[in-house]
């Protein structure tokens, strides 16, 4: 379902015909092994909407933790998905530019699920975690050479986690346990995007 979205979010740009669009690959997100693809329409002189589809990669790493005086190796694995909808409002007016650019104030939506598990000789926890929220930000796009360039984006996000845990944990019986949790939480994203357009 996650390369589902992102194919079809690159398929639909490719069969635009009109001019003012734009497809974008987060270069930033890269660190954090996701990839994230953008597509955004000019819809007025000053105003677009855009859609970001992301895929965190089933990322594994081990670490060692010292437990019950035993020397553990975890294996953290993780993966999950997003979507941002996002409407844009450009500081400068665009009647006669091919793509948007300039500097931008926007809106988004925000929805992730996110896999989360723990996998050692003692331990077997899992986490599945739903996030639903909306968040405002600033922005600036450039265009260079061959309608490529380059976009930098700050966004501010306020959502609810809904987070299911499950799994065994050692506590001296290892015994079973479940747990949900809804929480209200903020934090800030980080866009370096590669962007061209046509």
Known sequence: MRSKLLISLVVFAA??????????????DFLSSRISVSYEHLVGSQTSF???SGVLLDYSKQTVTEQSSVSLINEDISTGWR??????????????????????????????MNDYSLLNDMNNWKRNEQIVGLGAGLGMQWF??????????????????????SGTMEDGLNAPFEKSEISREFDSMFFAKIVYGF
Request: charged residues 20%; hydrophobic residues 40%; aromatic residues 18%.
């Open 15 to 28: 069969h635009c015909s009109a001019q003012s669009h734009v497809i974008k690959l987060d270069a930033f």
């Open 83 to 112: 979507i941002l909808p996002e409407f844009r409002y450009y500081l400068n007016e665009m009647t006669n530019m091919k793509a948007p650019a300039g500097a931008h104030i926007n809106i988004s939506g925000r929805y992730e």
């Open 50 to 52: 855009q859609i970001t």
């Open 144 to 165: 260079f050479v061959q309608n490529f360039g380059l976009e930098l984006d700050f966004k501010i996000f306020t959502f609810y986690r809904f987070s299911e845990q």
